[in-house]
């Protein structure tokens, strides 16, 4: 089956890291690039960056340059999310999301990572 | 930053109704544009993309149009399934959402 499998629900405290990970199966990994998208509680949907699991060649909207950190291990066919401070604004949905270019629509999405940031 | 705008904000419609939601682009996009549907709780699911283009798998009462800065989704006769929010996405220039659309039951 052609599925994107994002890790688990998590709880944190402003000022900790976090790296949620998003892996691919049932196609190949490295011929796609695979998307971030920020959903924030009762909002739409907002895209973060973009990373091509084959070179690593990464992209990110100017909103999040700076904020996180894209990554991906072709070998374990993973994506990766990565803040090294969290703050209360970072309490959202993260979909990881399958596409064919830096600029692409998206066919394939993960089920989503809910960030819950609370003192 | 290419700015997506989206009208109506919010939808009512009854079961069978045709319903009509538009989307603007701050500058031109050609084609590059996709229509997604997300429910609660769930992931958004690709309905339409360069426009027109129907994803495989997709009710054939879903349609797209537009090019250049204004496009709409069209569902021709809505159904109890279809009751979602609704974006668009333009893909020109990296990617950008418009801020979704509720279709409610009227």
């Known amino acids: 089956e052609v599925q994107l499998v994002q890790s688990g629900a998590e709880v944190k405290k402003p000022g900790e890291s976090l790296k949620l990970s998003c892996k691919g199966s049932?196609?190949?990994?490295?011929?796609?690039?695979i998307g971030w998208v920020r959903q924030m509680p009762g909002k739409g949907l907002e895209w973060m960056g973009i990373?091509?699991?084959?070179?690593?060649?990464?992209r990110y909207s100017p909103s999040f340059q700076g904020q996180v950190t894209i990554s991906a291990d072709k070998s374990l066919s993973t994506a990766y999310l990565q803040w090294s401070s969290l703050t209360a604004s970072d309490t959202a949905m993260y979909y990881c999301?399958?596409?064919?270019?830096?600029?692409?629509?998206?066919?394939?999405w993960g089920q989503g990572t809910l960030v819950t940031v609370s003192s | 930053d290419i700015q997506m705008t989206q009208s109506p904000s919010t939808l009512s419609a009854s079961v069978g109704d045709r319903v009509t939601i538009t989307c603007r682009a701050s500058?031109?996009?050609?084609?590059?544009l996709a229509w997604y549907q997300q429910k609660p709780g769930k992931a958004p699911k690709l309905l339409i993309y360069?426009?027109?283009s129907l994803e495989s798998g997709v009710p054939s009462r879903f349609s797209g149009s537009g090019s250049g800065t204004e496009f709409t989704l069209t569902i021709s006769s809505l159904q109890p399934d279809d009751f979602a929010t609704y974006y668009c996405?333009?893909?020109?220039?990296?990617?950008?959402f418009g801020q979704g659309t509720k279709v409610e039951i009227k």
């Open positions: 500058q031109s996009i050609i084609t590059w």
């Open positions: 999301a399958r596409g064919l270019g830096v600029a692409t629509k998206f066919d394939l």
């Open positions: 996405q333009q893909y020109n220039t990296y990617s950008t």
């Open positions: 049932g196609y190949s990994f490295t011929n796609y690039w």
């Open positions: 990373i091509y699991p084959g070179d690593s060649d990464t």
């Open positions: 360069k426009a027109s």
